[in-house]
């Protein structure tokens, strides 16, 4: 899980006969999740411990997150969409990417 988090398109081959690849999905999943809090902890100043909400609104999952906006957020957009089929949406003070 900890290296499709990094490299979406890691193989479960060099893992078989531990995984196989209807295991992928939930690695994906997994990973996908793994590699988000990955990005909120990065933009997290030290020693703070901001409210994060997280809900489902129709086909759209709202993070609310009380740290910048990140840069080059689509990749996981994208990547999220492909995972579970629903819209990444990352919000900060009423803006959201």
Do not use: H, N
Not at 8 to 37: M, N
Not at 49 to 68: F, H, N, S, Y
């Amino acid at each position: 899980v900890v290296l499709f988090a990094d490299d979406g398109d890691a193989s479960v081959k060099p893992y078989r006969p531990l995984l196989s690849g209807r295991d992928r999905r939930p690695i994906e999943r997994a990973a996908t999740l793994l590699a988000i809090a990955d990005e909120i902890e990065r933009r997290i100043p030290e020693g703070e411990r901001p409210q994060i909400a997280c809900t489902m609104e129709g086909d759209r999952l709202v993070l609310r997150v009380p740290v910048p906006v990140p840069g080059g957020l689509g990749k996981l957009q994208r990547r999220f969409q492909a995972a579970f089929g629903a819209r990444l949406v990352w919000e900060t003070e009423g803006r959201e990417a």
